[in-house]
C-alpha cells in the first residue's frame, strides 16, 4: 500500500467522493450512459474512511455493495449528481470527481415508450449538454480552499499526448489535481488495476506505477492532503 495507508491522518476531515456513470433518460425504459463501474470511487471512499474521513459518496448506478462507514447518496442523471455533489461540497474539505458524468442528455424525454416505425426509418434524438460538475464546483469553490479533483481518462491525438491533452483539461477545469488515465492500449472500465498520472495546478506531476485502485486511492488523498492549508 502507498505511504499513508491506514494512518488516521484524515480525521477531521469530511470529503464527498463522486463514483460510477450517470444515465439520462430516454424514454421510461431507456438511457444514455456510459461503462463506468464506479470501482475507482468506490475505492477513494473506502481509503478515505479507512484514513478517518467523513465521507460523502455520491454514487450513480453502481453495482457495488456500500462501503461500511460512508453516507451513500444515490443518483441517476448528471442533473441529480450535479445537485448532490454542490449540496455536499458546501461542507467538505476535498471534492473527488471519479464519476463519469454523461455529457449530453436528450432535449426530450418521451413519456411514452418510443416505438419503431413501420417504415424502417430510425428516429433522430436531438441532446444538449450536461452542467460540468468539476468545472462549476472548481471555479464557484461551495468551500473557499478545498481541494477539487478530476478525474480522465486520455488517449491522445494529433492535437496533443495525453499530458498535453490532460494539461489543458487541467486548466480549463480550474481544479486542484487532475488524476490522468492513459487508455490508448486498451480501457482501464471495469478493471481491478489502474496506473495513472496526478497532475497539479501547482505544476506537480506525480507518477503512479500500475497497481490497485486501491492504491492509486491512497496515493490521490496523500496528494490532497499535501495542499490541505494550514
Ligand atoms: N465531469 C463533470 N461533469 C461533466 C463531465 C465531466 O464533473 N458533465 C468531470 C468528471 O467527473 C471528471 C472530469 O470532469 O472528473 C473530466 O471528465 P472528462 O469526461 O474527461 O471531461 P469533459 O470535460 O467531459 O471532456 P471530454 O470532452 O474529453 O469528455
Ligand atoms: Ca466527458
Redesign the pocket.
Known sequence: LARGALRPDLVGRHVVV?AGGTREPLDPVRYLGNRSSGRQGYALARAAVARGAEVTLVSANVELPDPAGVKVVRVET?GQL?DAVVGAAAAADAVV???????FRPVAVSEAKIKKAGDGSAPAIELEQ??????E?SHDRPRPGAVVV?????TGDDTGSVLDLARA?LA??GCDLLVVNDVSGGAVFGSADNQAVILGADGAEVDVPRGSKTALAHVVWDEVLRRFGG
Open positions: 463522486s448528471t450535479r470527481m471519479a464519476a463519469a458524468p454523461a455529457d450536461n452542467p460540468d460538475v468539476l468545472a464546483i478530476g478525474f480522465a481518462a486520455e483539461k480549463r477545469k
